[in-house]
């Protein structure tokens, strides 16, 4: 019945764009942000929220590639691409992220519904965690980036 997978990606979507108990979608704020919001506001004098989104794109693109057993991208590569520079911030930019992140969403989405509870303890290609923790840990690390973001709207 893969309860637990089903489970995990209920999560994912009421984190996403759906009604989680704590508060208010990714999605849902991210479409609050304005240009401004996206360049200008830096969460804790550190990331814009446009290099949070593409943060957020990375580890979703990361966790798509340990379900393919991706051998060509390897775990540096998105290491190295986990906060991006953009030196020229545009409107596109922000909308390019936005429709990649809906496409990462639904692509993991697919990637859960076509494996079983059986491979959650999986361990995971390139680190010493099992797939249970890494999809977990998606949720997670959406909603801590989430409370960034709001942060920077007020």
């Known amino acids: 019945m893969n309860k637990e997978l089903q489970l995990i990606k209920q999560q994912l979507t009421d984190t996403y764009d759906g009604d989680p108990w704590y508060g208010r979608s990714l999605a849902s704020i991210l479409n609050e942000v304005a240009t401004?919001?996206?360049?200008?506001?830096?969460?804790?004098?550190?990331?814009?929220?446009?290099?949070?989104?593409?943060?957020?794109?990375?580890?979703?693109?990361?966790?798509?590639?340990?379900?393919?057993?991706?051998?060509?991208?390897?775990?540096?590569?998105?290491?190295?691409?986990?906060?991006?520079?953009?030196?020229?911030?545009?409107?596109?930019?922000?909308?390019?992220?936005?429709?990649?992140?809906?496409?990462?969403?639904?692509?993991?989405?697919?990637?859960i519904n076509k494996t079983t509870d059986e491979m959650l303890d999986k361990k995971v290609p390139g680190r010493e965690y099992n797939f249970r923790t890494l999809l977990n840990g998606i949720v997670q690390h959406d909603i801590y980036h989430i409370g960034q973001i709001m942060v920077s709207l007020k």
């Open 36 to 111: 401004k919001h996206a360049w200008a506001v830096k969460v804790n004098n550190n990331h814009n929220n446009t290099v949070l989104l593409y943060h957020i794109i990375n580890w979703r693109l990361f966790t798509i590639s340990r379900f393919e057993k991706d051998a060509l991208t390897t775990t540096a590569h998105f290491e190295e691409n986990n906060f991006p520079s953009f030196p020229q911030p545009t409107e596109s930019v922000w909308r390019n992220g936005m429709q990649s992140l809906a496409l990462t969403q639904q692509h993991l989405l697919d990637k």
